[in-house]
């Protein structure tokens, strides 16, 4: 699916998030990815195949110093 001179990850890899965006629809919460991917705005993906990828990254909040 990926036309890129560098190809971007396959759907079934584990970086898969990183391929490039082919249709951005922030106002939706989603974006397209160039290998087929559905990437959600809270981390949850749509694979081409149909599976659904739950929530799976854990991000750590960064605080302010007091100061």
Known sequence: MCHHVSPCPD????DRDLAA????HP?????LLCNGVVLFDDDGELLPDGRAVAHHRDFVPVLAAAG
């Open 11 to 14: 759907a079934a890899s584990d």
């Open 27 to 31: 106002e939706q919460g989603w974006n």
């Open 21 to 24: 965006v082919v249709s951005s």
